[in-house]
């Protein structure tokens, strides 16, 4: 049975969905439910699945996290043991 309904995607989520798709005619529904399937088979639990949906969908999280991730790569970050020292962490 199906429900026809309309989501909204980032063009990034989109395009990382049509490079899934096994076959060019591959609906999108389908590539969501073998990724569900295989999540399954990973024991990826339902609600880090939901959690990893809600990230996806949220074009501004996704920005703030391609932001870090640039910062990482170019240098601009602190490590773990300079916070600990300047935060005076026994961690």
């Known amino acids: 049975m199906y429900m026809e309904t309309t989501i909204r995607l980032n063009t990034e989520v989109k395009n990382q969905l049509d490079k899934l798709k096994i076959h060019t005619r591959e609906s999108y529904n389908e590539v969501l439910r073998r990724l569900i399937e295989e999540c399954k088979n990973v024991g990826v639990d339902s609600e880090s699945l939901t959690e990893t949906i809600e990230i996806l969908s949220n074009p501004e ?15 601009k970050s602190i490590s773990w043991e300079k916070i600990k020292k300047e935060n005076l962490l026994n961690v």
């Open 61 to 75: 999280t996704l920005m703030e996290i391609a932001e870090a991730l640039n910062e990482f790569e170019s240098g």
